[in-house]
């Protein structure tokens, strides 16, 4: 039998368990949104954080709960920046950050796993990105391919988003739908990791938020 890759994993599991994964993978995602605000002063953390609770709330909840992701979605939109004006390395994984939101709003708008799965590809895009700009800048060709495959972060996040997948291909198996308790698990692990998608740390962000 055929070994799955990642993105093929995803798309077998059910739909609820597809948007648990994209929400751990989008708070990952959202803290390096966070310091480019901190540093730059632009944009809005706000509603990129209200969408995610709203959807963890509602991924649990179902029908119980009406969410507006289309609205979500439009206040996300509106505070994500652009490289044009923002001279800065940080503008593109805050961009990212926007991105993965968008997309897994989109996804749940259209009730689309396409959507959901690329909430994955898009994180790891972004470590890659975020690579290639720093460390891969002045490297040949041959020496920055081998430093985006090989990179600790690369690795990690590749690992990252297979260990939770494995954790929620055991529960989905036998329980169809995310428990509460399941949600506030998972969300837990994002916040306990402590750092972003690309290694920025969510204790120096709350540092800095109190200085």
Not at 78 to 101: K, Q, R
Not at 109 to 130: M, P, R, T
Not at 152 to 169: C, F, K, M
Request: net charge negative; aromatic share 8%; glycine share 6%.
């Amino acid at each position: 039998m055929p070994v799955l890759n990642t993105f093929e994993r995803i798309r077998a599991l059910p739909m609820a368990y597809q948007t648990v994964l994209a929400l751990y993978l989008c708070e990952r995602m959202v803290p390096n949104y966070d310091l480019f605000y901190q540093v730059t002063g632009f944009g809005d953390p706000k509603p990129l954080h209200s969408a995610l609770n709203a959807c963890w709330d509602w991924v649990w909840q179902g029908k119980k709960v009406k969410v507006n992701f289309s609205r979500w979605q439009e206040k996300v939109d509106d505070v994500t920046p652009s490289e044009h004006g923002h001279d800065m390395l940080g503008v593109y994984p805050a961009m990212d950050a926007c991105t993965a939101v968008s997309t897994l709003l989109q996804g749940l708008i259209d009730n689309s796993s396409a959507e959901l799965v690329s909430v994955a590809k898009i994180s790891q895009a972004s470590v890659a990105k975020f690579l290639e700009l720093t460390e891969g800048a002045e490297l040949e060709p041959q020496e920055r391919r081998k430093l985006l495959r090989d990179h600790e972060l690369t690795q990690y996040e590749i690992e990252i988003q297979q260990g939770v997948l494995n954790y929620l291909e055991t529960i989905s198996s036998a329980h169809p739908q995310p428990s509460k308790e399941l949600v506030q698990q998972v969300r837990g692990m994002a916040r306990d990791e402590g750092i972003s998608n690309i290694g920025v740390s969510v204790e120096e962000l709350e540092e800095r938020v109190k200085d």
